[in-house]
């Protein structure tokens, strides 16, 4: 992009040509000067010249393009360079002598022509190495230029050909620009892709910078500000909220970071390029320039920014201030270069040929070319309708609801009328459109013939807008073109109808052309507008798009007419439905929603899923527009509508049936889409070209700058970890256990993993369990007024380290059946994680209570003999923790060096004294359990069945050693470790087994000494302990009077799907057990858990395996769908996948069918097919 | 912590993980669909999904039980069904029952099998049951006047498992509540809520098992309101609680219940979202926040 020196016209260039636009005049088409090219433009460059204001250089590929754009479009091209062996990069005319100019090229030659002599060039200059990226010539000494290649510059003498007077080794990285200072010849700047801008003097150093400047995105150009002392401009190559950057470097040095006094800042894309526009008067003894910031973005945006006064104040540049003596400024002929040139008739047959002929209207980055244009006038209107004049621009950006609908209705300016109405009327032929002067003419077919009524005419209107309009004075003046199909007296009346129509509206300050060009395409144009505007709701909440209903009221009268125009003044109204292919039967007004802008979703793993669709542009009206301020929309962006146009192009697009049809197709949802969406989908636009930079940017490692919410950002999606709010825990869900082993030490487990991870509350509930659930005997109770002191002491110290000051107070006793300690506490626990929804602690402490709870029940379908799993899916590191977690309960078992197993009966117990008989009938509780676990467990009896719990109690039992044969009349094991009390036991394990201990204090002394001699090494074992009866004496607590069964069930179940959403099938099976003990069960779980997934129960004497096959279908384990192979058992007809079987009975060593229906299903036949 | 910058060409209108949190469902105003492969922070697009003809409003993964399954709606009207096998991503089923845009899908809880409650523009829901030999069975009725803008599944009944409920909101300000009734075949209205003086933007039914249900409803109105109702007492009412007294700064998207622990995440018009969970007084408390 390069702006004329007189300041009136810009020219853009791309592959299709030039395109120059009058910046006064934006609404006017540009002019285009084609000059198709596969090669993208690299630069572009208006000479500064006054003798060659026309004059024009451009880039394709190896070759310099010299337009003197003075001369017809056809022919423009004055000059073609062409000595370069490689594509052209810079070009940059001679400050002073208009005849010359530099190019350079990835060839790494520099060459000076001129342009008298354009078949060679005059200079040459190459670095041989490096391709140059920029030349520029000095300003003051006509001699010198500079050039930048790769990562350093050469300054060349224009007498030397050879050799570069200096070489500066500015960067680390390609050079992108540099720029000569107007006053001081031997200062530059460049600025690099390393994420600096370095100020040179090359007569000081040219190994030092004076100065640089640090910023965090790689710099495109750093450009001196043509006003005010030492500025500069830097512009990103990508990054930086593609903004521009004002910086004033005058006094500084050394190094810093981009501080920058002013940003203009609106873009959405990456600028392409800023250039400053200035005006002054003509012969003007003082400077009195006036600036405007031209950018131009790859969002194809092309803005002007209006420099206002504290800028220039900020920027020392005093206006009017007087010219130094001998400098004054160049005067330019203010004339605009966008309109044809004069040319003979022949010249312009051709033009209107070619123009004729175009299609795919393609932007030159490559974008979409899809927009078919027909014709000249219809690609005018685009053109307007891409023109935002001052706030109008960012108007639809904001998002607010709370803002009236009804002014977006309202066209806000000439120009906008006239594309909203020209997009709304494709029959319309407008036939001349000037924008600036207010002048239009419209040529259109309405059914005014005298003869027949249904006969359409063909009459053009000129309508000539006053300033002012449309206020009550300024009234828009027709005048219709005489025909002879028109008659005087119908010419007359339609005159006089639309100026009353024009009149009524332009009275209500309203916009006229639309109900006068309504009125001349022969609709009866209602003047009680006001009406209809009351009949819109007033509360824009009920109905927010109120202005869309009006509009569609409008369509389908209008898309009336227009069929009737086609199938001859029929009435049927609605005959334009089919026409439009693709178009969804759309009631009265679209209700769609407006699209939320960010939304969180969360994960069953407690992560929450955020995506965002960032809204800049609220920022980007902080920026001041004035009165010339407006921004254009790139020309070869035209097929995009712009968001202000949405409601009425809806409608546009709705009702052509004419040429638009083939477009609506493609276009049809974005525009729908629009409609409802203020923000824009820019990016489609760009999309081909700026997916690809766009992905690049954030898969590599940038994402850094990505994260720095630069504008390149369109949307978002992150992903946010807050398990720290959900009360259930993945990691706990490892290493957490419900089976396996006595419920005390189960918790006592649970608690370790809770202290592992950091939970301290739930560590010290899970304590207060186990000691709960530590099976005691009724005898003990009767013990208690002995035995409570060493207890209390005990509670005391756990108690003190729980924080709930109520439990601490109320926890006294430790057995379950107590008031206060095993009904009221569960109770209170229960209650609590309710009120914290903690899923987790409620499933996980009701599992355990169960176990406990059903202990005295007969029911031994319970299984609490299925060993500990063990992820093996290592998601988080909470494997290893687990791992060892796994071993530490398990200590007491393989240290059972001194393993006793006592069986004291406690009627037997006759000899004994009381405490001892309650010791003994503990540990007798818990070895049984023990006992008991192994034999389910599969695992040989072998081995001696262990007791941890007893070993505190061994003082007490050597006491009574002499009577110990006639209980265990087996083997007396032998056995090592002399060492029982050593430090591998566990703190806790003494809780535990202190806990306990229900002996006296004498016996604690006792104890004490007893570990410092070395233990009798005695072995028990019991026999034939399915005679025994100890459940008799357990007591245990009474779950249900407690809780809701059901209520537990509940959580259970949520705790499953919870434990299968984070990959614990297994986990998931063992909680589930619990649901499902009861064989009566008939809930609907239990039927989903049994029946649905799974196989279906049917008459027991159809083995007919493959009939049932079809029904079951869901693997058991990992509740896939079953395709192929197969196991089922025999006995409980559940299935698993083989796989999956494979790792439930080996790996798992799983005794129990996955269902949880309790089967076990080894010991029958399982099929496999 | 994954961030995907520019995963689509438009606006993103939804991004859900599946019940893994393994693979990311992004769609979007571009009308593909995206699905990512998330490990840890690193993330790999694997697949992008072409077919809908306009933009998408909302994906969301059926049950692992059923396969790999993603739905998506948009505003062509359409619920594509997708299906992942051997890597390879298919277009499997499609229902246009909708006259209008399709604004939000939801999977009903899986032990009903694979139900899809779809809410549209026409102002009408669908319930769409898709039955193991590929047919579809729809229930369609009229449910909020101007359109419905959301809806949501109640977690599952336990008592009895044909006792299916679902809320939805919509443009009539309304937040519904309706209840399958297997004799008509269709849904009855079961409670209206009024409360909203703007189109309620998303309602979500909290997943969680606990002794009361808890419906979240977003407003366009700059509220959201929380609705409860004890689970074992049938007659009770609906209880309706502001989320916080005054407004949210600007209008609220979405609302969205975690899994478990009842903690409830908002997501508003000035780009923030806010993380709520109720203390032990039954107050609601701002427990986190999310900025862009």
New interface residues.
């Given amino acids: 992009m390069s702006v004329a020196p007189n300041g009136r016209d810009a020219v853009l260039a791309g592959r299709k040509g030039l395109f120059v636009i009058d910046l006064d005049d934006p609404f006017a088409a540009p002019r285009w000067l084609h000059h198709e090219t596969s090669w993208e433009v690299a630069d572009v460059q208006w000479s500064p010249h006054k003798s060659k204001p026309s004059w024009i250089v451009s880039t394709s590929n190896q070759k310099a393009m010299v337009w003197n754009i003075a001369r017809p479009s056809h022919d423009a091209i004055e000059h073609v360079l062409h000595s370069h062996t490689r594509a052209i990069t810079d070009i940059n005319f001679h400050p002073n002598h208009p005849e010359l100019l530099a190019t350079c090229s990835v060839d790494s030659f520099v060459l000076s022509w001129d342009l008298r002599c354009p078949q060679s060039p005059i200079h040459q200059w190459a670095d041989w190495r490096a391709g140059s990226s920029q030349v520029k010539w000095n300003y003051i000494d006509p001699n010198i230029l500079a050039s930048a290649h790769d990562s350093h510059i050469l300054i060349w003498d224009a007498r030397k050909g050879a050799l570069p007077l200096h070489r500066i080794n500015a960067h680390e990285a390609r050079i992108n620009g540099i720029d000569w200072s107007r006053e001081n010849k031997h200062r530059l700047i460049s600025c690099s892709n390393d994420m600096s801008v370095k100020f040179w003097s090359y007569n000081v150093s040219c190994d030092t910078p004076t100065y640089t400047i640090h910023t965090d995105f790689p710099v495109a150009r750093a450009r001196h500000v043509p006003f005010g002392d030492h500025i500069c401009g830097i512009m990103p190559s990508r990054g930086g909220n593609n903004s521009v950057y004002i910086v004033k470097y005058g006094d500084k040095e050394q190094e810093s970071n981009l501080r920058p006094s002013y940003i203009f800042k609106g873009h959405t894309e990456p600028v392409k390029d800023f250039v400053w526009r200035t005006r002054h008067h003509e012969n003007s003894s003082v400077d009195d320039r006036e600036f405007q910031l031209v950018t131009w973005s790859a969002d194809c945006d092309l803005r002007l920014w209006p420099i206002n006064q504290d800028i220039y104040d900020n920027f020392n540049y005093v206006k009017n201030k007087p010219l130094p003596q001998g400098i004054h400024l160049q005067d330019f002929d203010y004339r605009s270069y966008r309109p044809e040139p004069p040319t003979s008739s022949e010249n312009s047959v051709i033009i209107r040929h070619h123009r004729g002929h175009r299609d795919a209207y393609s932007s030159p980055g490559g974008g979409r070319g899809s927009f078919t244009l027909y014709n000249d006038q219809f690609n005018h209107l685009n053109w307007i309708s891409g023109i935002k004049v001052g706030q109008s621009a960012f108007q639809n950006v904001d998002n607010d609801f709370n803002r009236g609908f009804n002014d977006d209705t309202q066209p806000l300016n000439l120009g906008e009328e006239v594309s909203n109405v020209g997009h709304k009327f494709p029959r319309l032929r407008f036939e001349k459109i000037s924008v600036s002067t207010g002048n239009l003419v419209i040529s259109l077919n309405g059914p005014w013939s005298s003869d027949n009524k249904d006969g359409l005419i063909f009459i053009r209107v000129e309508i000539d807008f006053p300033e002012n309009y449309p206020s009550k004075n300024g009234c828009p003046k027709f005048s219709l073109e005489q025909t002879h199909e028109l008659s005087e007296t119908k010419r007359q009346e339609l005159l006089k109808n639309s100026r009353e129509i024009a009149e009524k509206y332009c009275e209500a300050r309203k916009f006229c052309l639309e109900p006068c060009m309504r009125f001349l395409l022969g609709e009866r144009v209602s003047l009680d507008f006001t009406d209809s505007d009351e009949e819109l709701p007033l509360d824009p909440y009920v109905i927010p798009y109120e202005g869309e209903t009006a509009k569609n009221d409008e369509f389908s009268e209008v898309s009336g007419l227009e069929s009737a125009s086609i199938s001859t003044a029929s009435e049927n109204v609605d005959s334009d439905e089919g026409l439009v292919p693709g178009d969804l039967k759309k009631p009265s007004f679209d209700s769609t929603p407006v699209p939320k802008g960010c939304g969180a979703i969360w994960t069953p793993s407690g992560h929450l899923v955020c995506f965002f669709n960032p809204k800049e542009a609220k920022k980007e009206q902080t920026i001041k527009f004035g009165q010339q301020g407006f921004s254009l929309m790139n020309p070869l962006r035209m097929g995009i509508p712009d968001n202000d146009r949405l409601e009425l192009e809806l409608t546009s697009s709705a009702s052509s049936t004419s040429s638009l049809a083939n477009d609506l197709d493609i276009l049809q949802y974005d525009r729908l889409y629009r409609t409802n969406i203020p923000e824009v989908l820019r990016g489609s636009a760009v999309a081909g070209t700026l997916a690809n930079h766009n992905y690049s940017l954030s898969t590599d490692r940038s994402q850094g700058t990505s994260n720095s919410r630069s504008k390149h950002n369109r949307n978002i999606v992150k992903i946010y970890d807050f398990t720290r709010l959900i009360p259930a825990k993945m990691e706990l869900a490892y290493g957490y256990r419900v089976l396996g082993d006595t419920p005390e030490n189960l918790a006592q487990h649970n608690a370790l993993v809770a202290e592992k991870y950091g939970y301290k509350d739930i560590a010290n509930c899970w304590k207060l369990l186990s000691i709960l659930l530590v099976k005691d005997v009724e005898v003990d109770t009767s013990a208690n007024g002995i035995s409570a002191n060493p207890q209390n002491e005990l509670i005391d110290k756990f108690t003190r380290s729980i924080d709930r000051d109520d439990v601490a107070l109320n926890y006294r006793f430790y057995w379950g059946s107590h008031p206060f300690g095993g009904q009221w506490l569960t109770h209170e626990l229960m209650k609590y994680y309710e009120a914290k929804e903690d899923i987790q602690m409620l499933a996980m402490m009701s599992c355990i209570l169960y176990e406990h709870n059903t202990n005295d029940k007969r029911s031994p379908e319970i299984p609490i003999n299925t060993s500990y799993f063990v992820p093996v899916v290592s998601r988080t590191s909470s494997t290893e923790g687990s791992t060892s977690f796994h071993g530490i309960p398990q200590r007491p078992h393989m240290q059972s060096a001194v393993s006793f197993n006592a069986r004291t009966l406690p009627g037997n117990a006759t000899n004994m004294n009381r405490s001892m008989s309650t010791l003994s009938s503990i540990s007798a509780d818990s070895s049984l359990k023990n006992s008991e676990s192994h034999r389910r467990r599969g695992i040989k009896q072998s081995n001696t069945t262990t007791n941890d719990n007893q070993i505190p109690h061994i003082p007490s039992i050597v006491t009574i050693e002499g009577s110990l044969p006639q209980y265990s009349p087996s083997s007396v094991a032998s056995s090592a470790a002399s060492n029982v009390f050593s430090h591998s036991f566990d703190k806790f394990m003494m809780n535990n087994g202190n806990a306990n201990v229900s002996g006296s204090q004498q016996q604690r002394q006792q104890l004490k000494v007893s570990t410092d001699f070395s233990l009798p090494q005695v072995k028990l074992q019991i026999l034939n302990k399915e005679s025994l009866d100890l459940y008799d004496n357990v007591h245990s607590m009474d779950m249900e009077g407690m809780m809701d069964k059901e209520k537990l069930k509940l959580y259970r179940i949520e705790y499953a799907s919870l434990l299968f959403f984070w990959g614990l099938p297994v986990s998931r099976a063992k909680i589930l057990q619990f649901n499902y003990t009861d064989e009566s069960e008939t809930s609907d779980e239990y039927i989903e858990h049994r029946g649905e997934i799974g196989w279906i129960k049917q008459s027991q004497d159809s083995y007919n395996y493959r009939d049932r096959l079809r029904e079951m279908k869901k693997c058991h384990y990992c509740l896939l769908q079953v395709k192929k192979r197969v196991t089922v058992c025999t006995h409980c007809h559940h299935i698993m996948h083989a796989e999956c079987a494979m790792k439930w009975w080996e790996r798992e060593k799983m005794m129990e069918c996955a269902s949880g229906c309790g089967c076990h299903c080894l010991e029958y036949k399982i099929v496999d097919m | 912590?994954?961030?995907?910058?520019?995963?689509?060409?438009?606006?993103?209108?939804?991004?859900?993980?599946d019940?893994?949190?393994k693979r990311?469902a992004?769609c979007?105003?571009?009308?593909t669909i995206k699905i990512f492969q998330?490990e840890g922070d690193d993330y790999k697009l694997i697949e992008t999904l072409q077919g809908h003809?306009?933009?998408v409003?909302q994906v969301s993964w059926a049950h692992?039980?059923?396969?790999i399954i993603l739905a998506s709606c948009s505003?062509?009207?359409k619920v594509l069904i997708w299906k992942e096998e051997g890597g390879v991503w298919s277009n499997i089923a499609e229902c246009s029952v909708h006259?209008?845009?399709v604004?939000s899908i939801s999977w009903a809880p899986s032990?009903y099998g694979a139900l899809l409650l779809c809410t549209s523009?026409?102002?009408k829901c669908s319930v769409v049951e898709f039955q193991?030999d590929g047919s579809q069975k729809t229930i369609v009725w009229q449910a909020h006047s101007?359109?419905v803008?959301a809806g949501s599944w109640a977690p599952p009944q336990?008592?009895?498992?044909q006792e299916r409920r679902l809320v939805t909101g919509g443009?009539d300000n309304l937040v519904k509540i309706w209840r399958y009734d297997a004799a008509q075949n269709t849904y009855v209205v079961e409670e209206a809520l009024t409360g909203h003086?703007?189109?309620v933007?998303?309602v979500a039914w909290s997943?969680?098992?606990?002794?009361k249900y808890y419906i979240a409803s977003a407003s366009?109105?700059r509220t959201v309101i929380i609705w409860t109702k004890n689970v074992a007492d049938k007659m009770s009412p609906w209880k309706k609680q502001l989320l916080r007294q005054d407004k949210f700064p600007?209008?609220c998207?979405?609302a969205?219940?975690?899994?478990?622990?009842?903690?409830l995440?908002?997501?508003?018009?000035d780009?923030?979202?806010t993380?709520w969970?109720?203390n032990?007084n039954g107050q609601w408390e701002q427990?986190?926040e999310?900025d862009?």
């Avoid at chain 2, 995963?7 to 209108?13: K, R, T």
């Avoid at chain 2, 692992?64 to 396969?67: D, I, N, S, T």
């Avoid at chain 2, 336990?158 to 498992?161: C, F, R, T």
């Avoid at chain 2, 995440?265 to 018009?269: E, F, K, T």
């Fill in positions: 912590m994954v961030t995907i910058s520019n995963a689509h060409d438009g606006l993103i209108h939804d991004a859900v993980l019940y893994y949190g990311l992004t979007s105003s571009d009308k998330v003809e306009g933009p409003w692992p039980k059923f396969g505003y062509d009207g006259q209008a845009s604004n032990e523009s026409d102002g193991e101007i359109g803008n336990k008592e009895n498992i443009c003086t703007d189109w933007r998303d997943p969680s098992l606990l002794s366009q109105d600007d209008v998207w979405r969205s219940w975690s899994m478990s622990g009842n903690v995440a908002i997501s508003g018009g780009n923030k979202v993380l969970k109720e032990l427990a986190g999310v862009q």
